[in-house]
C-alpha cells in the first residue's frame, strides 16, 4: 500500500489547481479572487508540508519518488519564497493589467512541478516534473502579450529551454542505455564500474540542468528574460527554479553519481568558477536594474555551485543556507524594485534611484542593506553566506577556486556599491509614490531587518540545514 | 560571571545609534546631545576599564566567552596591555569628533551621527576581539560606515575616493579571509589566546603571513598601497579623517602585532628585511612627496604614511624598545593626526580652500590658532616633550640594535618629516597677511578651542610623562617579545 499521506502536499496543490481553473472559467471576474487564494493555498500547502515531518527518507511508487528531511525543506521554502512573491507583486500585477485568472494557476503549476522535481528520485518523474515547471514559466514570461519584449523573452526562453531540455533527455537516455535503469538507486548500484557512456550522460544533464540555474556558459538568455518578462515574473525567475534546480543538481550529484564524484567535480567548479567571474564583470556596465539583478544572481549562483563542488555535507549544507540567504536577499531587492513607481508606471533603471536616499530614506536604507548584503560586506548576512561557503571550499584545500570567488567579490562589489553611490551621492530626481500595500513594506522591512541582525545568532537559519546529510 | 564591561563597551555605541535612528532628524541640538553623550559615556568606561585593569599581567583580562556559531566560532573578547590603550584612544577621539561636528557637517547630521557611533563600535571590537573570525567582521565592517562618510559628506571628488578606499581595502581583506579560514582547517580553531599557545605550522606561516599582510598593508597604509589614504584623507570630511587618520590606520598596525607577528614568528622573521625595505621608503618616499604638496589635507596624509612607516620598523625589530615605541608612536600619532586634522577642519569650515597658497599671516589674525598648530606641528615632527619624540626616539633605538644603516635612513626621515611640516607652518601661519579673505576670519570659537587645547594639553602631558602609557603595555609587550624569541629559538632548535 503506497502511503499517500506522504505526497498529501502535491496532492493538494493539483487539487487546488483544478478546482481554481473551475471557478476561473464559470465566474466572471474572478482574477482577484482566485489571485488572492492562490495566496491562501500555498501557505495551506506549506503547513500541510511542515506537519509532514518525515523521521526517516520515505521512498513511494516503486522507489521513484522519495521524501525526507532534505525535500521537506526545500519544499518548504520554496512554497514560503512563492507565497512572499505573490504577496509583494500583487500591486504589480494589478497596475500592470497583467491579473488574469491564469496568472495565479500557471504559477501553481509551476510550483507543482518543482515539488516533484525536488523529491524525485526517478529520471522520469524528475522529467516530468521540470517539463511542467518550465511550461508554465515559459507562458508567464511571455504573459504581458502586447509587449514586445515580453513576447520576445518568452520566445527566447521556450526556444534556449527547450534546446536544453532536449540536451537533458539526451543525457537521461545515455544513463538509461548504460546503466539499464531510470532509477537514481539502480543507476548508483549500476555505475560502480566508470563507463565513459554515464560520463557522458552526466555531462548532458549537467548542461541541462546548469541551463536552468543560469550556470555560465549557459547563462545567454538569463539577462533578456529577467528584463523583458514582467517584474512579478523576474522575481519567480530569481528565486524558485533556482532553489529547485539546484536541489536536483545536490539531488543527482549525490544521489545516482556520488561514485564519479572525480568526473563531475572538474565539471561543477568550471561551471561556478565561469559564473562567479562573468557575473561580476558583465554586470559593471548594465544600465537597467533587472538585467544587473540577472548578472548578479549568475555571479551568485556560482556561489552556491562552488558549496556544490566540494563533495562534503558541510558544503552541501552551505549551499543550501546560502541559497536560503539569497533568495531573502532577492525577495527584498525586488521589494525595493516595486516601490519605485509614479503614477502607476514602474521604473527599473539604475538612474531612476538617483537621489534616492533623500526622498525616500528608509527605502534606501533598506536597498543599501540589501545591497552591501549581496556585495558580501560583514556583518550582513550576504557575508556569513559566502563565508560558510568558502570554509567548505577551503577544508578541501581547493585554494584556486577560493582566491577566484573571493576576488570575483571584489570585482562585484564594485557594481553593488555603485548603486548606493547613484543612491546616496548624486542629486534627487522626483519622488516616488509612496501608497504601497502593507504587504510589501512589511516584507520589505522583515527582510532587510534579518539582513541586518542574522549575525546576532547565525544558527537560527543554520539549524535548518545540520540535519542534512546526504553522504 | 561578571558584568560585561567589555562587551558593553562594544554595544553602547550602537545602541546610541538606534536611539538616534528613532529621533526626529529636525531636532538637531537633541541628536548632538544624545550622541556627545554616549560617547562621553563610553570614554568614562574605557577610562574606569583602564583604571582597574591590572597592568602587572600580560594575561587577556575581562575576557567574555560564549558560543556564537555552534561548533565553529564563539564571540570572544578581551583586552590587555596593548589594546586597552587603543580603546581608550578611540573612545576619546569619537567624542571630539562629535564636538567638531557643529562647523562641518551642514546637511543629514543624523545619519552622519549614527555613522560615527556605528563606527566606534566597530573600530573598538577590532581591538577587543579575541577571535580572528570576530576580528574579520569588525574590521571589514568598518568599510560601510567610512564608505558613506566619505561619500555622503565628502568633497568634490568624493565618489571617486570613497570607491578607491572601500575597493582597496576590501581587495586586501579578501585574502585575509582565506587566510583565516585555512587557520580554522590548519589549527582546528581561531581563538587566538588558543592559537598562540599551539602555535601555527612554520611550513604554512609565510603564506598565511602574506595573505595577512595584503590586507594590514592596504589599511596601514604602506608603501605602495597608499594610494587611497591621501584620496581618502583629503575627501573625507573634518570629522572622518580624523577617525580615518587617528583610529582606522591603528587598526593595521595593531593587527601586525596581535596577527602577523603573534601568530606567523617564524614568517615575520623571515619578512624582517621585506618589511625594512618599504618602510625605508615609505618614510623617505612619501616625506619627499608630502613637501611638494600644495593642499593641506594632503600633506597631512603623506605624513601619516611616513609616520606609519615608522610604526612597521619598530614592530619588526622585535625589541623591547622598538615594539614599545611602535605602540607608543601609534597612540602619539593617533592623537597629532588627530589635532592636524581638527586645525585644518577649523580653517577650512572659514575659507572652504585647503590650499596652502591660500593661507600666510594666519597669526596676525588667529592666534590662538597659531599656538595650537604650533603644538601639532611640533608633535608631528617629533620635539622633545612631545610623544611624537618618545616614538620616534623609541623606534630609531630598537632599529639601531638590529641595523645601523636602517636607523640611519630612517632618522633621515625625521628630519624630513621637520621640513615638511615647519615649511607647512611657515607658509600658513607666518609671513605677510595677502588673502584678502582671511582679514574678516575670526578666531577659533569655545567649542574647537576646547577640542584642540584638549588636544595640545594630551600630547605636552604625555609627552613630558608617558608612564601611564608605558606602564600598561610594557608587561605584554615583554611577553610578546619573550614568547617570539622561544618560538623563534625552539624553530630554530627543530631545523638544526
Known sequence: ?471 | MNFPIISSLILLPSIGALFLFFINSKNITGIKYVSLFVSIINFLISIYLWLIFDQSSYEFQFVESRVWIKDFINYKVGVDGISILFIVLTTFITPLCILSVNSSIKNRLKEFLIAILLMETLMIGVFCSLDLVIFYLFFEGGLIPMFLIIGIWGGERRVYSAFKFFLFTLLGSVLMLIAVISIYWIAGTTDIEELYKLGIDPKYQNLLWLAFFSSFAVKTPMWPVHTWLPDAHVEAPTAGSVLLAAILLKMAGYGFIRFSIGLFPVASEYFVPFIFVISLIAIIYTSLVALMQDDMKKLIAYSSVAHMGFVTLGLFTFTQQGVEGGIFQMISHGIVSAALFFSVGVVYDRTHSRRINDYGGLVNVMPKYSILLMVFTLGSLGLPGTTGFIGEFLILMGTFKKSFLVAAIASLGVILGAAYMLWLYKRVVFGELTNQKLLKIIDLNKVELSILTLLALSIIFFGFYPDPFSNTYSVSVENFINEYNDKINNYNLQNQ
Not at chain 1, 38 to 57: M, R
Not at chain 1, 65 to 75: G, H, P, R, S, V
Request: proline share 3%.
Open chain 1, 1 to 471: 500500500m503506497i502511503n499517500l499521506f506522504y505526497i498529501s502536499t502535491e496532492i493538494f496543490l493539483s487539487l487546488s489547481i483544478l478546482t481554481l481553473l473551475l471557478i476561473g472559467v464559470f465566474k466572471n471576474k474572478s482574477e482577484l479572487f482566485i489571485y488572492n487564494f492562490t495566496c491562501i493555498i500555498l501557505l495551506v500547502g506549506l503547513a500541510i508540508n511542515i506537519n509532514l515531518k518525515p523521521e526517516f527518507p520515505i521512498d513511494l511508487f516503486n522507489n521513484s519518488y522519495k521524501i525526507d528531511y532534505f525535500t521537506t525543506l526545500i519544499k518548504s521554502v520554496i512554497l514560503i519564497s512563492a507565497f512572499l512573491v505573490m504577496l509583494c507583486s500583487l500591486n504589480y500585477v494589478k497596475q500592470n493589467d497583467i491579473l488574469k485568472i491564469e496568472y495565479p494557476i500557471l504559477i501553481l503549476s509551476s510550483i507543482l512541478g518543482m515539488l516533484v522535481m525536488v523529491s524525485s528520485n526517478d529520471l522520469i518523474v524528475f522529467y516530468v516534473g521540470l517539463e511542467l515547471q518550465s511550461l508554465a514559466l515559459y507562458v508567464l514570461a511571455a504573459f504581458k502579450r502586447d509587449n514586445i519584449l515580453s513576447s520576445e523573452s518568452g520566445l527566447k526562453y521556450f526556444i534556449l529551454s527547450a534546446l536544453s531540455s532536449g540536451l537533458l533527455l539526451y543525457g537521461c537516455s545515455l544513463i538509461y542505455g548504460f546503466s539499464s535503469s531510470t532509477n537514481f538507486d539502480l543507476i548508483y548500484q549500476n555505475s560502480e564500474s566508470i563507463e565513459y557512456g554515464i560520463i557522458f550522460g552526466i555531462v548532458f544533464i549537467l548542461v541541462g540542468l546548469a541551463f536552468k540555474i543560469t550556470a555560465v556558459p549557459f547563462h545567454m538568455w538569463a539577462p533578456d528574460v529577467y528584463d523583458g518578462s514582467p517584474t512579478s515574473v523576474t522575481v519567480i525567475f530569481a528565486i524558485l527554479p533556482k532553489i529547485a534546480a539546484l536541489t536536483v543538481f545536490i539531488n543527482f550529484l549525490y544521489g545516482p553519481f556520488l561514485e564519479m564524484f572525480d568526473q563531475w567535480q572538474a565539471v561543477i567548479i568550471f561551471l561556478s568558477i565561469g559564473s562567479m567571474v562573468f557575473g561580476a564583470v558583465a554586470a559593471i556596465g548594465q544600465k537597467k536594474l533587472k538585467r544587473l539583478i540577472a548578472y548578479s544572481s549568475i555571479s551568485h549562483m556560482g556561489f552556491a555551485l562552488a558549496g556544490l563542488s566540494v563533495g562534503t555535507n558541510e558544503g552541501i549544507q552551505n549551499s543550501i543556507i546560502y541559497l536560503i540567504i539569497y533568495l531573502i536577499m532577492n525577495i527584498a531587492f525586488f521589494c525595493c524594485l516595486f516601490m519605485l513607481k509614479r503614477e502607476n508606471q514602474y521604473f527599473d533603471k539604475v538612474e531612476d534611484l538617483s537621489g534616492l536616499s533623500k526622498n525616500h530614506p528608509l527605502l534606501s536604507l533598506c536597498l543599501m542593506i540589501i545591497l552591501f548584503s549581496l556585495a558580501g560586506i560583514p556583518p550582513l548576512a550576504g557575508f556569513f553566506a559566502k563565508f560558510y561557503i568558502f570554509t567548505a571550499v577551503i577544508e578541501q584545500s581547493m585554494y584556486f577556486l577560493a582566491i577566484v570567488g573571493l576576488l570575483s567579490t571584489v570585482i562585484a562589489a564594485f557594481y553593488y556599491i555603485r548603486l548606493i553611490k547613484v543612491m546616496y551621492f548624486d542629486e534627487q530626481k522626483e519622488k516616488y509614490d509612496l501608497n504601497h500595500s502593507i504587504g510589501l513594506k512589511m516584507i520589505l522591512v522583515i527582510s532587510s531587518t534579518i539582513i541586518l541582525i542574522y549575525f546576532i545568532n547565525p544558527n537560527i537559519i543554520n539549524n535548518f540545514v545540520l540535519d542534512i546529510t546526504l553522504i
